[in-house]
């Protein structure tokens, strides 16, 4: 027979470890809900970021772009040179420099070359009024032979956006 002390401690442990059980699975419920909290929050901020970054590329590009009255100018000190003559072969390395007379930066966004044999690099920032850039031509003469016309295109935020220099060059034969 059950004695009423026993049922009342029975029944003791029985609340006890129910109340336990939902206390924790209170506790679990929390914990996810603050993660995911957390995390939504991370999420919201980074979507933020990258939506106040992308407004400022925007509004970085639109000031760099030409208007009617604002525009930058390459004049470019000799956009056709005369390299003379080099053993075929031989490299030789050439140096476009350019200064921007317009009353806004000028920006070479690329520039490329007529083959795989001249090889270009230009001033990455941006070219302020009255300061001066570059434009580089490496020009590799392997399994080249006679006299040789180069283009090299600079795109720019001018008008027209193509701004186009050239060479001239003899590579002589190696006689064997």
């Known amino acids: 027979m059950l004695d009423v002390t026993d049922a009342s401690v029975h029944y003791k442990q029985k ?4 109340s336990n059980i939902e206390k924790q699975t209170t506790i679990k419920s929390m914990k996810k809900l603050v993660i995911l909290t957390f995390v939504l929050s991370v ?23 030409p208007t009617a009255d604002k525009f930058p100018v390459m004049e470019i000190d000799s956009s056709q040179v005369d390299l003379g003559t080099i053993s075929q072969g031989d490299t ?7 200064k921007n007379t317009g009353n806004m930066p000028l920006v ?11 090889t270009p690099s230009y001033s990455k920032d941006p070219v302020a009024p ?3 850039g570059f434009i580089t031509v ?5 399994g080249k ?28 034969t190696l006689k064997k």
């Open 15 to 18: 609340f006890f470890l129910t």
């Open 43 to 65: 999420l919201i901020g980074c979507e933020n970021k990258q939506r106040t970054d992308n407004q400022t590329i925007e509004d970085s590009q639109k000031a760099l772009q």
């Open 92 to 98: 030789i390395m050439h140096v476009y420099n350019f």
């Open 108 to 118: 070479l966004s690329n520039v490329s070359a007529s083959c795989g044999c001249t």
């Open 130 to 132: 009255g300061e001066k």
């Open 138 to 142: 490496k020009f590799n003469s392997k």
């Open 145 to 172: 032979e006679g006299k040789l016309n180069k283009t090299v295109t600079a795109y720019a935020n001018t008008k027209p956006a193509e701004n186009i220099v050239s060479f001239k060059i003899e590579v002589l």
